[in-house]
């Protein structure tokens, strides 16, 4: 206060100094310093249209920002439609000023973010209904809307920096100009009162502690007090002369010096700050930076490894946790322990945890791990295996205590299961495969780490037939069964093959004959079991397949069996039935196929792909289930050809069973799928040459029943046919001839069926040469229909001929039957119906049951007298 008002001695209090100041001082106009808080509250703003207009829009993109970061799109979606409304009211600044460079920057934003968001399908399934209704509606919003800035957006990406600076200032400028407006005021004035209301602010605020404030008011304390004592008069009176405007040179210059040290002192301080601060990623780390391993004078042994490496893990499955941070110092810590020569024990130890930190890389279970994970992955396993192999003195066992390993001296022991960890290995492998696509060539760069992956499982194989349980043997066992059953070797079909070598058939046999020995669960051996049966039928070994398949019983109770479990062994039925057809066992190929291929839902049965439902929708963790199950694409089976071979299996049975059975009402079907697609064919209008694989087979057994082999075996062996199934067998011809011949020998029981009422006599001779075929086969043929009573005929062996007893019904006789079987069980119906009734109905009933026997007999009557006159 002394600082203001200078009059008096030292020595004088304050009291005294006040009563000699205030009558001296001269009255001043109170306008000129008064200030007040509803004056500054009420203080009315003056903008332009252009700053009110853009400051609405960033008020709305500010907004959709954070809706953005939180991914709420219904919000995201109002946003949008409020700020396209708000961007029609400031057409006219547009068309004045130009699209303002923000609001094209807010377009380019919003449009790769619902690109980005539109991409995430796993995302998508996850949000709720309202939020993935407002991306579907904002995203066909935005495209629309986004036409007439095509060419705007276009050049914004080309150069998204430029003119960003400008951007910067304006946006600066929007948010300090309502301060600097409140400024404009006293700063036209310039009047000196000012340091006299900033006198009465600090003699109301003078009792506050001088602590608090002392932070708060350093930034200018020590100019202002410098300025004040230079700028006090030197009579030390304060008169109307000290509070007006100064417009000397040398005040100016003052005023440019001072401006200049404050900002000199807000970038030092500016600056300092930005020392002590540091920019973080997101979720604060545990490890900040890079620990060092060990200090400079401690001594590395095996407890000082020990313990480091237990700091290390203890951090695994830690919130914040930077996985790959871990790994890195676990290598780093396994190259501590090489360089200081801890042993091989201790080595193997720290390969466990690099490979368990490797795993837990990736958090989420359903996706696969990262392509260069896996190859560090595969790296640690061959240094682990190789290391195991070659050590006999070194027992890794899951049954080993932590306290109990023995990692200073031989014979070491490690706590651990390398057969886990392999499992987990194959596991990940056959998911990196899953989410590959099938076309590409990352799908086949990745298959050939199959070689590699069969390698380590045959050296797990060496090792656990070492040191392993029989239980242990058996999981690692399956594991390269279930690698080698679906491969095709087609050395197996040579007839000259080395017998000592040892090949895919006998390695099978041998390990599916120790897990039956030993497994003690009936998991494991139904596996096995399933595998091989497969490979048998995969490699046309038909009756050692089927003997399996029948002895095992697997078809009793495979229900009971988990899911996996249950794909296999439709696998398994599926290639018996390819087997069967390609052995010419027609009947047993149908029976095979007949289960999968009768629901329509083949694809999802045999895991390759999902089918949709029409009952009831997957929940998005069932079809994640679903889709995990799935199979790798090189596993696949053909589908096409499945359904060929089924069809034609099933045109092969039915067409001489419909021909033997055409007037038979209680006529029983092979096979509804084969009818439904002949049904679906009958309906069509307009039937044109046939095209796809279904409609070669409609025609084929359309000419079979008229009689027509030529046509019909023309219809199944084709060019289009041939590319499309016959050339994906490996004995391609043997195949095609095959079906060359059922067809030659079902169409002559077909023919015969048909047309056996026509002729009286047939000559064998006659027969083999209209469809192709020896003597002694059609002898056989006709010989087995007649033991059947299939045939009603007698065969003459000197003249070789057929001749006809011709007591199977004539078609009219047929019809007759029929018509009678159906009134008789309309009768028995409406008695069985009437005798329920009681009172009148009783003399109802006989009258109507009398009218519809009278009827009966009549038409019986009529049909006979009409067949006897024929005969």
Known sequence: MSRFFQAGSDSETETESEEEVVPTRQPIPTKAYQLSDD??????????????????????????????????????????????????????VVDREGIPRFYLRCLVELMDFVNECWEDKEWRESISKSNAKGLTTLRQKLRKYCRDFETDMTKYRENPDEGEDEEEKEEKGEEGRSGD???????????????????????????????????????????????????????????????????????EKRKKERKKEKASKRDKRAKDDDEDWRVVTSGAPLIMEKPKMFAKDQEINHEAVNKKLFEIV????????????????????????????????????????????????????????????????????????????????????????????????????????????????DEEFTKMLQACDAHSTE????????????????????????TGTSEEICRAYLRQIEHCYFKFDKTAFEENTDKTKTTPEHLMDKLCKYIYAKDSTDRLR???????????????????????????HLQDNIQHSDVPTQILYNRTLVQLGLCAFRQGHVRDA?????????????????AQGLVPQRQHERTPEQEKIEKRRLLPYHMHINLELLECVYLVSAMLLEIPYMAAHELDVRRRMISKNFHHVMKMSERQTLTGPPESMREHVVAASK????????????????????????????????????????????????????????????????????????????????????????????????????????????????????????????VENNERIMEVKQGNYYFQKSITSSVLWGLFCTIFSFYYFVALAHF
């Not at 829009?57 to 939180?70: E, G, P």
């Open 181 to 251: 407006e409140s400024d404009e005021a006293p700063a036209k004035d310039e009047m000196k009162p000012m340091k006299a209301a900033k006198f009465v602010k600090d003699r109301e605020f003078g009792e506050r502690d001088e602590d608090e404030d002392s932070d708060f008011w350093n930034e200018d304390s020590e100019d202002e007090s410098s300025s004040s004592d230079e700028d006090m008069p030197a009579t030390g009176k304060l008169t109307a002369e000290y509070f007006l405007k100064s417009t000397t040179e040398q005040e």
């Open 526 to 552: 139904t596996r096995a079991i399933l595998c091989q049966i497969y490979h048998h039928a995969l490699h046309d070994r038909w009756f050692k397949a089927r003997d399996l398949m029948l002895m095992s």
């Open 314 to 425: 203890a951090a695994r499955g830690k919130k914040g946790t930077d996985r790959s941070q871990m790994i890195e110092l676990l290598q780093e810590l396994k190259t501590v322990a090489d360089a200081n020569n801890l042993g091989p024990a201790m080595h193997v130890k720290i390969l466990f945890n690099i490979v368990a930190a490797i795993f837990d890389y990736n958090p989420n279970i359903a996706t696969c791990m990262r392509s260069e994970m896996w190859e560090m992955c595969m790296e640690t396993m061959d240094t682990l295996m190789k290391m195991l192999t070659e050590m006999d003195d070194l027992v890794v066992s899951e049954n080993t205590l932590e306290d109990n390993e023995s990692l200073e001296a031989s014979p070491y022991r490690v706590r651990g299961c390398i057969l886990t960890v392999m499992e987990r290995l």
């Open 590 to 606: 149908h029976n095979a196929l007949v289960d999968i291929q009768s629901s329509n839902r083949a694809k999802e049965l045999l």
């Open 39 to 92: 004056e500054e509250d009420t203080k009315r703003v003056v903008r332009s249209e252009k700053d009110k207009r853009y400051d609405d829009l960033r008020n709305i993109i500010k907004t959709m920002r954070n809706h953005k970061k939180i991914k709420d799109m219904a919000s995201v979606l109002t946003d949008f439609e409020g700020l396209c409304k708000s961007y029609d009211k400031a057409r006219k």
């Open 703 to 826: 000419a079979m029943k008229a009689g027509d082999w030529r046509a019909c075996k023309n219809f199944i062996i084709n060019e289009k046919m041939n590319a499309k199934v016959w050339d994906l067998f490996f004995q391609r011809d043997k195949v095609r001839d095959l079906i060359t011949s059922k067809i030659q020998e079902e169409g002559l029981r077909t023919y015969l069926f048909c047309y056996s009422s026509v002729y009286d006599f047939l000559s064998l001779p006659y027969l083999a040469e209209m469809f192709e075929l020896e003597l002694p086969v059609v002898h056989s043929i006709i010989s087995k229909m007649i033991i059947n009573e299939e045939l009603m005929a007698s065969m003459d062996e000197p003249t070789q001929i057929l001749s006809m007893h011709r007591t199977e019904p004539t078609r009219l006789q047929s019809l007759a039957l029929q018509l009678a079987e159906k009134v008789s069980s309309h």
């Open 443 to 466: 799908f086949v760069d990745r298959l050939k780490d199959e070689q590699r992956m069969c390698g380590l499982l045959e050296t797990l194989q060496t090792y656990v037939e070492k």
